[in-house]
């Protein structure tokens, strides 16, 4: 998932909060994916004040949800480092991942074959065939299930 829209304007960018709409768009984005019953065991997000921002506000409209992991190293992070992310979660059943552009729109289009546009509050869901996440490749076959947000 991409964070939901932030503010332009902060001391950094690190430090840019969620604007209004992004805050209704991470709302929104949970509550799809809670009706859709994708819920992940497993919540990584940069720690951006934007993306954990993001992934507070998803996770608190997902029944059960686990406490988000913030991850430094998707901060401004690619492909790599999102796998790299991915690789330590073991066997969760489910995963939700949220970052940053280009990284994001990058690493669906790895997943899905084609590209994805990836707004804010872009969150796509696949199904892929890891029975341990550290055996998560750059070439994995990955369907897309659900597409919410954005």
Do not use: K
């Amino acid at each position: 998932m991409r964070h939901a829209h932030a503010e332009d304007r902060a001391a950094t960018d690190f430090d840019r909060p969620l604007s209004d709409r992004g805050l209704a768009e991470a709302d929104a984005v949970g509550d799809a994916l809670a009706e859709a019953n994708l819920l992940p065991d497993v919540v990584l997000a940069s720690p951006a004040l934007r993306t954990a921002t993001t992934a507070q506000r998803v996770a608190a409209r997902l029944p059960g949800a686990p406490p988000v992991q913030t991850v430094p190293t998707l901060y401004c992070a690619g492909i790599a480092e999102h796998r790299a992310a991915l690789q330590t979660c073991g066997n969760a059943d489910a995963v939700l991942l949220i970052a940053h552009n280009p990284g994001v729109a990058d690493h669906l289009a790895e997943l899905g074959g084609v590209p994805i546009p990836c707004p804010p509050a872009t969150c796509v869901a696949f199904e892929i065939p890891v029975d341990d996440w550290a055996n998560l490749g750059p070439h994995v076959e990955a369907t897309e299930v659900r597409r919410v947000g954005g």
